[in-house]
């Protein structure tokens, strides 16, 4: 699976981003994908992750009721909507793909096949 994240920008706090991210491969709809972000100086952390068919997602804390992952496998894209960002939300955001099909896992280690990045930015 090749994978293209965009979306990103520059917004002030409080505002709304939605990041797409592009599949391709005729396999995506059995991969639980996961969007990662990675702010300077910091380590990459799982955002937020959506099992193969959307039935299961997993929110790190602190994007909890603020953030929504989404798929559409007909389209082979994953969806983060943004809302409420917040200065901490400034990073470079990457989607991934499980290495597992049909399986949902929210460990880090566990996603590969990283796409290029795409950078958001929050001002206060």
């Known amino acids: 699976v090749q994978l293209q994240a965009f979306g990103g920008g520059l917004v002030q706090a409080g505002d709304s981003l939605r990041l797409s991210c592009a599949a391709s491969?005729?396999?995506?709809?059995?991969?639980?994908m996961g969007w990662f972000r990675q702010a300077p100086g910091k380590e990459r952390e799982l955002v937020a992750a959506i099992s193969w068919s959307g039935g299961s997602t997993y929110y790190v804390k602190s994007v909890k009721g603020r953030f929504t992952i989404s798929r559409d496998n007909a389209k082979k894209t994953v969806y983060l909507q943004m809302n409420s960002l917040k200065p901490d939300d400034t990073a470079v955001y990457y989607c991934?793909?499980?290495?597992?099909?049909?399986?949902?896992?929210?460990?880090?280690?566990?996603?590969?096949?990283w796409g290029q990045g795409t950078q958001v930015t929050v001002s206060s």
């Open positions: 491969g005729s396999t995506f709809s059995s991969y639980t």
């Open positions: 991934a793909a499980h290495r597992t099909p049909d399986r949902f896992t929210a460990t880090s280690a566990d996603f590969g096949s």
